[in-house]
């Protein structure tokens, strides 16, 4: 007798972009472990993506919105479902317009239901707690599968309500231990209905170069992200304008698009480090690669709110590049201070200063990091083992005896919607 494969649909609001990669690395690892995987969207995104396998991912996706016609229909089955749905809508502690804005994502978890069905979905993984974490509460409720989903970054990111987000959710995943931490405090959840699962690198293809040759412009800096100013690029600008002042030599790379690159510019302009800082835009992995292969250090000085465990880390870490990184999200779990890369306070420009001297006069301390920064990504961040985690969590999710511990711990579908 051959036995179906466990099919599970993921949700990933506007798939692909260029921050991206990640999740179809967990695509990548589910389906090598034999789950069939269904990619959806909540829209297309706006922004075009970088990496090599952007047109077939897009290819794979089905997006929600707009909804197709057909999901209109309902049969007389799924009508005290509408009638649970259109009361979860009304009770969210939102205003008129964002009520009217949730009746838009009530007509996509429609369409979600039907494909759901269509393709016999034993389960849904969503990888937002903003809307489209609304849009998987409200397909459960009309009576589609069982479904968990992805914090990224801090609560008040991803908007309002996120208790009835969970209400039937098999279990909510933080992408850093800080995350779940306002999971359990903020929304009320059972610390076993939480765990915190990170996202994944490819440690096969992420690997330090053969030979990493020094550059002759001195200490070359990477940094690869939005240009958004919650990435704190102006702190980093700060500080090796001071560095510089005091006799270093190096100079920066920063890779990504964002909403803020204009700020950043005149940032660059107004520190006088046009010589020294270039741009060059969004970067696909392979470019990425080449780019950490030619550097000394990472640079992530974000501030803030909504930093997570940046894959971005992850990446340069695999490659042997010790990160410099601001003390913000899940960064104090991933580095330990001094061994596999250096930890400043968010906006600390003097302390940024200080360690770009320090990794400029000590090779040695660089070369010393960089081996840990490998065997750390090796061990902790490989994509295989981040997404068997998450298989394991959602199949243990599952189990009877696990539901049936939980049943206290989270309303039914008719007590949401009361």
């Not at 405090?185 to 293809?205: A, C, F, I």
């Amino acid at each position: 007798m051959t036995v179906a494969p466990f099919r599970l649909g993921m949700l990933i609001p506007e798939f692909p972009t260029q921050t991206h990669a990640f999740f179809w690395r967990e695509i990548t690892a589910l389906r090598a472990a034999g789950v069939e995987v269904h990619i959806f969207s909540t829209r297309r995104p706006v922004e075009g993506c970088p990496h090599e396998w952007a047109e077939r991912a897009a290819s794979e996706t089905t997006y929600l919105y707009p909804p197709r016609l057909s999901s209109a229909l309902l049969s007389p089955r799924d009508f005290p479902g509408m009638a649970k749905a259109l009361a979860y809508v009304s009770r969210l502690s939102v205003n008129v317009k964002q009520k009217a804005r949730a009746l838009g994502m009530l007509a996509c978890a429609v369409d979600f239901l039907h494909y759901s069905r269509e393709r016999k979905l034993d389960h849904i993984h969503g990888h937002s707690a903003a809307d489209a974490a609304h849009v998987l509460a409200l397909c459960r409720i009309l009576g589609g599968p069982r479904y968990s989903f992805h914090l990224h970054g801090d609560l008040p990111v991803y908007g309002t309500d996120h208790a009835a987000k969970a209400w039937d959710a098999t279990f909510v995943a933080a992408a850093a231990r800080p995350m779940q931490r306002e999971l359990i405090e903020d929304v009320g959840l059972p610390p076993e209905r939480t765990y915190t699962l990170w996202m994944g690198v490819d440690t096969d293809r992420f690997v330090p170069p053969p030979q990493r040759v020094e550059s002759p412009r001195g200490l070359h800096l990477v940094s690869v992200g939005r240009l958004h100013l919650c990435k704190g690029h102006v702190h980093t600008f700060a500080a090796l304008r001071k560095a510089l002042d005091r006799g270093l030599r190096a100079h920066l790379t920063v890779g990504g698009r964002g909403p803020h690159e204009q700020e950043i510019r005149q940032s660059i302009a107004r520190f006088g480090l046009e010589p020294h800082v270039k741009l060059v835009g969004p970067l696909g992995e392979s470019a990425v690669i080449e780019l950490l292969h030619g550097a000394d250090a990472f640079v992530l000085s974000s501030i803030g709110l909504g930093e997570a465990s940046p894959v971005a880390v992850m990446e340069a870490m695999a490659c042997g590049v010790p990160p410099v990184c601001s003390i913000i999200g899940g960064t104090p779990d991933m580095i330990s201070d001094g061994a596999e890369g250096l930890l400043v306070a968010q906006g600390d420009e003097e302390g940024l200063a200080n360690v770009f001297l320090r990794l400029g006069q000590d090779v040695a301390l660089r070369e010393r990091m960089a081996r840990a920064a490998r065997e750390r990504a090796v061990r902790s961040f490989d994509y295989r083992e981040t997404g068997r985690r998450l298989l394991d969590a959602i199949h243990a999710s599952r189990a009877p005896q696990r539901q049936a511990a939980w049943q206290g711990a989270a309303p039914r579908a008719d007590q949401a919607a009361a």
